[in-house]
């Protein structure tokens, strides 16, 4: 899904793409498959608004470009649930200078997802999330060596309790990558976890949240607020944090995890200022 429309386009001003994110735009909704058939650095659409701002939109609040309302990429309207989450969009908007950089952007892109990807198929998003109920990551633990262990106990082990407690999942740990079947009462748990979040943003981030670590436990523990999205990252990259004490770090390897890890405070934001 594009995070705005038509991104390979040369946009001005006066283009007729500007529409796009405005409301009343005419014309057939703008291919999603585009982005990726056009070339891998598309020429960023230049900044064509004055002013970012709010307007009420029926309990929540839509972001505006000089006064006009603004649509999500898929033409709906670009309305959040509160107004923090507002505030937040609206500031990214109105940070934007010569041109318009969705890198910049991560919640207008996650609000985005939330709009046309989650809301009108909630159930599919459910599904696809219950799926890492049986394979989170803090059910597979290293044999070795002694301090890894240590390590994936330390930071673990209070988790799946908590998640226990909590969500009244109890997993079965194995050892290396082989397959550990979970008990069904356990992923029927999690999944109750997952249908329990409210609202397509929140269920956004937590899609977020649990794709980026590989972990649906650490992400509920971010989202009810048992965990800081800083503890939750730490936890997510126990291995990664051994191997680089015994390797050596790796400075393109640092930097795709620093992006990671930008994402995914972003989304335990979202999850936030979404209440």
Do not use: C
């Amino acid at each position: 899904m594009p995070y705005l429309t038509r991104m390979n386009d040369d946009p001005t001003p006066a283009d007729p793409q500007t529409p796009d994110w405005l409301g009343g735009s005419d014309g057939p909704p703008p291919d999603p498959t585009r982005s990726a058939r056009g070339p891998a650095k598309p020429a960023l659409p230049k900044r064509f608004y004055e002013a970012a701002a709010l307007a009420p939109h029926g309990e929540g609040f839509r972001l505006t470009l000089d006064g006009r309302p603004a649509n999500t990429p898929a033409r709906n309207p670009l309305a959040l649930p509160t107004r923090a989450l507002a505030e937040a969009v609206a500031a990214e908007w109105a940070a934007q200078v010569a041109v318009i950089d969705p890198a910049t952007m991560p919640l207008t892109r996650l609000a985005n997802t939330a709009i046309d990807g989650v809301a009108p198929r909630r159930d599919a998003v459910v599904d696809d999330l219950s799926a890492y109920a049986g394979t989170d990551l803090l059910a597979y633990r290293a044999g070795e060596p002694d301090r890894l262990v240590r390590a994936q106990g330390e930071a673990w082990d209070p988790v799946l309790d908590w998640a226990h407690a909590a969500l009244g999942a109890r997993f079965i740990l194995g050892e290396g990558v082989m397959h550990v079947t979970q008990p069904d009462t356990t992923v029927a748990a999690l999944r109750r976890g997952i249908e329990e979040t409210e609202g397509p943003f929140r269920l956004a981030a937590l899609h977020t949240l649990t794709t980026l670590t590989g972990s649906l436990v650490l992400a509920l523990a971010v989202l009810r607020g048992h965990l800081s999205p800083a503890e939750a990252w730490a936890a997510a990259h126990v291995d990664e944090t051994y191997q680089a004490s015994v390797w050596g770090g790796d400075a393109e390897a640092e930097a795709r995890h620093a992006l990671r890890q930008a994402e995914f405070e972003a989304a335990a934001r979202l999850a936030q200022l979404s209440r």
